[in-house]
C-alpha cells in the first residue's frame, strides 16, 4: 500500500531533550515536507526537500533540523525541544514530473508532540 | 509571501444541501492549487488538484474551480452527507519557489 509513516504516533518530552520525528514514503517521491499544524494558524511549513541530499527552509524553520540522506526518509530533528514547538507535526511527499498526479501531496498521520 | 484565506471558518448544514467552499490567495502566480480533507486527529486526504492551468476538476460530488486573476478558488459539494463532516483545507504553490501555503481551513458539519 503506497503511504506515507511517521513514528512516533504521540510522544512527550521535557524541555531541551533531543528528539527525532521518523517520515518514510515507499512511493519514490523526490519532493518531501514537514508540516506543523497550531489552532488558528494552519499547516506552516517547516522545511522541505526537492531529492535526496537536497533541502530548503520553509516559513518555520527555526529550532529544527532535517537531513535527507535516502529518497524514502526525511526525519525531523528537535536538538533542543521548547514548549512552544508543541503541536501536531506531518511529514508529506509528493512526486515530480508530468501527469495527473504531479505535485499532488500525500500526507502522513501526524505525530503529536508535547514539550513540558 | 502568500497568504491564503478560507471563508467561512465553520459551517453547518442540513443534510441533502449543495454547498461551496472559498479559498482566497493573495499571489495569483501560483502553479497548482489543492483540496484537503482532514478528519479530527487524523492527517490530510488529497480531494482534489487544479494545475494553474486549468479552470476546474472534478471528483464524484466534489467540484473545485479556480479563477487565477481574481485569487479565489471554490469547493462545490454537491448533495452533501453526514460523512461529508470534517475540516476542508486548501494549499498553494507559487511559481517560484518549492514552498506550499495552507489556509487555516473550513470545518465543515452535515447535520443528518
Known amino acids: 500500500e503506497a503511504q506515507v509513516t511517521q513514528n512516533p504516533r504521540y510522544l512527550i518530552t521535557v524541555t531541551g531533550k533531543k528528539l527525532t520525528v521518523t517520515c518514510s514514503q515507499n512511493?519514490?517521491?523526490?519532493?518531501m515536507s514537514w508540516y506543523r499544524q497550531d489552532p488558528g494558524l494552519g499547516l506552516r511549513q517547516i522545511y522541505y526537500s526537492m531529492n535526496v541530499e537536497v533541502t530548503d527552509k520553509g516559513d518555520v524553520p527555526e529550532g529544527y533540523k532535517v537531513s535527507r540522506k535516502e529518497k524514502r526518509n526525511f526525519p525531523l530533528i528537535l536538538e533542543s525541544p521548547s514548549p512552544n514547538q508543541t503541536s501536531l507535526y506531518f511529514c508529506?511527499?509528493?512526486?515530480?514530473?508530468?501527469?495527473?498526479?504531479?505535485?499532488?501531496?500525500?500526507f502522513g498521520p501526524g505525530t503529536r508532540l508535547t514539550v513540558l | 509571501k502568500q497568504e491564503v484565506t478560507q471563508i467561512p471558518a465553520a459551517l453547518s448544514v442540513p443534510e441533502g444541501e449543495n454547498l461551496v467552499l472559498n479559498c482566497s490567495f493573495t499571489?495569483?502566480?501560483?502553479?497548482?492549487l489543492q483540496w484537503f480533507r482532514q478528519d479530527p486527529g487524523k492527517g490530510l486526504t488529497s480531494l482534489l488538484l487544479i494545475q494553474s492551468s486549468q479552470r476546474e476538476q472534478t471528483s464524484g460530488r466534489l467540484n473545485a474551480s479556480l479563477d487565477k486573476s481574481s485569487g479565489r478558488s471554490t469547493l462545490y459539494i454537491a448533495a452533501s452527507q453526514p460523512g461529508d463532516s470534517a475540516t476542508y483545507l486548501c494549499?498553494?504553490?507559487?511559481?517560484?519557489?518549492?514552498?506550499?501555503?495552507f489556509g487555516t481551513g473550513t470545518s465543515l458539519t452535515v447535520i443528518p
Open positions: 499571489d495569483s502566480a501560483i502553479y497548482n
Open positions: 512511493m519514490n517521491h523526490e519532493y
Open positions: 508529506a511527499s509528493s512526486p515530480r514530473g508530468a501527469g495527473k498526479f504531479y505535485n499532488e501531496q500525500f
Open positions: 494549499a498553494v504553490r507559487l511559481n517560484t519557489g518549492n514552498q506550499f501555503y
